[in-house]
């Protein structure tokens, strides 16, 4: 049987910690920054993690 291939995509965006969490960036930090806060920008450099819900998919597609 071939070997699974994993999303490319999701390679460069999550992080599988030992626990068995999914680590993720935040989202909105991009462009259009002149309206957000700065507090609110400097909060979405944090990581944070994948819901429980989603997390599921997300080692779908991370095989390895």
């Known amino acids: 049987m071939p070997k ?3 999303h490319s995509a999701s390679k460069k965006r ?3 910690l030992k626990g068995g969490k999914i680590k ?3 989202a909105n930090k991009n462009h259009k920054l ?3 806060t700065t507090k ?3 909060n979405l ?3 944070a993690y994948v819901d429980q819900t989603r997390a599921k998919t997300v080692k779908k597609m991370l095989p390895y």
Do not use: E, L, W
């Open 24 to 26: 993720r960036a935040q």
């Open 40 to 42: 609110r920008t400097r």
């Open 45 to 47: 450099r944090s990581t």
């Open 34 to 36: 002149g309206k957000k």
């Open 4 to 6: 699974q291939k994993s």
């Open 14 to 16: 999550f992080v599988v």
